[in-house]
């Protein structure tokens, strides 16, 4: 790869995987070289090395860009498989164990982050209308060739759950470890339920002391303790929480919570 950029040094994409090879061979002053590199070079951040820099903690200017989308994009013909296949991904069908508990009152539910639909299928027959967002087209594409949502919206769920009409339950799985900090979500999922509405999701989490922070695997983690804390000040009563298995991560169990939260 080194000698490969020797000839054609302004290849981004380049220059992020080369971070990534000195990441695994413990190369860290060299790898944050390369992805600084990349970033300088990506202006939409499709590669997402700035997302790199910041979680190894270092400052950078370069803004976050469309990295998740052209991921999911690319990820999406063959996302089921590996996700359910190979990593052992259950948190749509264990989610909706808890939120029958509660009663959902076949209301409209709201998606966020419905990717091929694995949700949706789950809370089509539980529910009166069912809407879903996503960033990544493609990933829109698999949900629709399903048929179990009335409405699909390429969106980022901040500016979805702006217009959206009010909604007996919102879901969000494995989607608040690619957006950050809870509260902005949990405000904005507020003003969208109705009286007594839920709110489900799944988080992975950590032990450590920080409130969220982003993993080498450019995925969020987030405290247990910071993330109820965040839910009783946005609004919310914390119904039910669970700890769970979210996926494998080459081969190592990740941690994560599921939580149901109801609208105070």
Known sequence: MEQALGLVPEWAAGWANLGR???ELGDLVGAVEAWRRSAGLDAEGVYGAALKLVAHGVETTA????????LFDDYAARFE???IDRLGYAVPRDLMVLLRGYGLGGGTALDLGCGTGLMGQQLRNAVRR???VDLSEA??????RKAVYDRLVKANLFDFLAVAEPAAVVTATDVLNYTGPLPPVLQAVHRVLEPRGLFGFSLELHDGPEAVKLRSSLRYA??????LSACWAAGFEVADERHTVIRQDR???VAGLLVVARKA
């Open 63 to 70: 803004p976050a860009g469309i990295y998740v989308e052209v």
């Open 222 to 227: 987030h405290g247990r303790e910071a993330a």
């Open 251 to 253: 081969g190592v169990p």
């Open 139 to 144: 990933m829109l594409a698999e949900a629709r």
């Open 81 to 83: 498989k590996s996700l």
């Open 21 to 23: 090879y000195r990441e």
């Open 130 to 132: 069912l809407e879903g």
